[in-house]
């Protein structure tokens, strides 16, 4: 199993997206405009406010019978927009709910909170009978401008996760890497890690590395806002494990903001 989690803050968190998802089971209708109207209000009695809501569609692909053969499945719902800025979202459709926050300062303070107010309101409003599957991803984004080739990563993210990066051939031609690890614990829980390094044009065209965790459990069973949470909170300690299992200790140190540089303290503590 993976070990404990160091939950202390990280001041230069690299964290881009959280993503949060709840799979019902199927069969459900859309709510209509009324309903969502109920949805908003419950919420925000709860302790999240949402700005305004606004209709929204969501297409899976499902590959059919025929070798080749893609089948669009697409469902209507609604998504509540947050007062955050930038604001955090939340996507109510008949079989899943959806939360995104890209704004993500702290778990216990930010998140965890309107998790609980969206889940306990999908409880009541919704009413589903079961929850299908739960899952929580962080899509994480480290940067250095200095960082030139793929390599400048060496003693920050894992070796294990370098790979090709470190060939003393071919690592100085890296121009990207693109890696997906999937990832099974007892219990039924799952783990896709996508990660690699790429030309990152939004930081002088240097060496960003992508570190995307996505935790899920698919065990299913009877839907109360206390078990979801349970849930959540067991895949967010997993998720947080499995990052820093990813990178080095030294480079953790830097991202909790008590180094600038390794083994240097910062001036700011």
Known sequence: MLPDPDLGHLKRSPIELVVFELLLPPGAEPLGAA?????????????????????AFRRNLKLALEPGEMLADEARGWTLIGREDPPVTVSVFPAVVNIQANGYSSWHHALRPTLDAVITTVHEVLEPPAVQRIGLRYINRLVDPEARRADHWRGKV???????????????????????????????????????????????????????????????????????????????????????????GQYLEVLRGRTDVFGVPSRTR
């Open 35 to 55: 309903q969502m109207l109920e949805f908003k209000e419950a919420v925000a009695a709860r302790g999240w406010t949402a700005g305004r809501f606004e209709s």
């Open 158 to 248: 894992s070796d294990e996760f370098l790979g090709a990066a470190l060939h003393p051939v071919l690592g100085p031609a890296l121009a990207g890497s693109q890696q997906q690890l999937d990832l099974a614990w007892e219990g039924g829980v799952t783990g896709v890690i996508r990660h690699g390094a790429f030309k990152d044009g939004a930081v002088s065209n240097s060496f960003s590395y992508l570190l995307d965790v996505d935790i899920s459990d698919a065990n299913g069973g009877n839907f109360t806002p206390g078990r979801v949470l349970s849930v959540v909170d067991g895949l967010q300690l997993m998720a947080v494990s499995v990052f820093q299992q990813s990178l080095t």
